[in-house]
């Protein structure tokens, strides 16, 4: 099982608001690093979607959007599209694996 | 921009050595990054396998140190991974990645497309 925990599946309708949790320890999270989100569409690479915690890269719409409190990040999608069904995978470090990237399981976004 | 493309062989025997390259396209590998593999079993999430700087330096995910090696060419622009002694649980998507260090940590901000791998005789 992974270090940081997501819920494994969400969905929601068109134009809805979503959340996915990551949620980790003092280890990691709670330690203070940086939370960054991956998309993964069915069949492709990830692709960096949120990076330090809340920012999105160039080309990365505002309807996404990352937070973090504790030892916990989230990821909302609003006015969520079809386009938007996906795979989506949290990464931080872990100071007491020594492991310098560790990743959620994933969450598999359902657009119903 | 930068592109990264996998290649190597998607079979390999139990107890072998698994052996991928990751071409650098659109820029060098001997820029200010850090270049990692990540890899994905079938119906799975992700995991770290490792990194390689331009100068050798290398950082290994624990739980495969004993078995990884990452190496870089500078004069074909391109870096390795070899895996030993593999199994079925080896079996995976294995994909190359651009680090992107935000205050000394990575995130991972270009993907190659990713390669099939399967462990079996």
């Known amino acids: 099982q992974s270090v940081l925990t997501q819920p494994p599946s969400v969905s929601g309708a068109p134009g809805q608001r979503v959340t996915i949790s990551c949620t980790g320890s003092s280890s990691n999270i709670g330690a203070g690093y940086d939370v960054h989100w991956y998309q993964q569409l069915p069949g492709t690479a990830p692709k960096l979607l949120i990076y330090g915690n809340s920012n999105r890269p160039s080309g990365v719409p505002d309807r996404f959007s990352g937070s973090k409190s504790g030892t916990s990040a989230s990821l909302a999608i609003t006015g969520l599209q079809a386009e938007d069904e996906a795979d989506y995978y949290c990464q931080s470090y872990d100071s007491s694996l020594s492991v310098h990237a560790v990743f959620g399981g994933g969450t598999q976004l359902t657009v119903l | 921009q930068v592109q990264l493309q996998e290649s190597g062989p998607g079979l390999v025997k139990p107890s072998g050595t698994l052996s991928l390259t990751c071409a650098v396209s659109?820029?060098?590998?001997?820029?200010?990054?850090?270049w990692s593999w990540v890899r994905q079993p079938p119906g799975k999430g992700l995991e770290w396998i490792g990194e390689i700087y331009h100068s050798g330096s290398t950082n290994y995910n624990p739980s495969l140190k004993s078995r990884v090696t990452i190496s870089v060419d500078k004069s074909k622009n391109q870096f390795s991974l070899k895996l030993s002694s593999v199994t079925a649980a080896d079996t995976a998507v294995y994909y190359c990645?651009?680090?992107?260090?935000?205050?000394?940590?990575?995130?991972?901000?270009?993907w190659g497309q990713g390669t099939m791998v399967t462990v079996s005789s």
């Open positions: 990645a651009r680090v992107w260090l935000m205050r000394g940590l990575p995130a991972f901000d270009i």
């Open positions: 659109g820029g060098s590998i001997s820029s200010s990054n850090w």
